[in-house]
């Protein structure tokens, strides 16, 4: 059996847990997470979940707070991940 046939580990997909916010505002995975077998499927995974849309709306408030995107692109980002949120529900 490889590192791919084995059991994915508790934490597998659980954004706060691989991929959790910094002191400094943004997300980081933590030391654990690095040596582990499944470590991108597990971050694709969770940014690909239901809290993943946490991810996108902290990138767009960052892009808005430094000047990247505009008002307008603000807002229809905001709206485009609001309406994806609700058809996850």
Request: aromatic share 6%; charged share 35%.
């Amino acid at each position: 059996m490889n590192d791919r046939d084995k059991e994915h580990p508790y934490c597998f997909g659980k954004l706060d847990n691989v991929f959790p916010l910094g002191d400094d505002g943004l997300r980081h995975s933590p030391e654990g997470c690095m040596v582990c077998f499944c470590k991108t499927d597990c971050l694709r995974a969770a940014v690909k979940g239901p809290e993943g849309i946490k991810v996108k709306e902290e990138q767009v408030k960052r892009a808005h707070g430094s000047g990247t995107i505009s008002f307008v692109e603000r807002w229809a980002r905001k709206k485009a991940l609001e309406n994806k949120k609700k058809m996850r529900r």
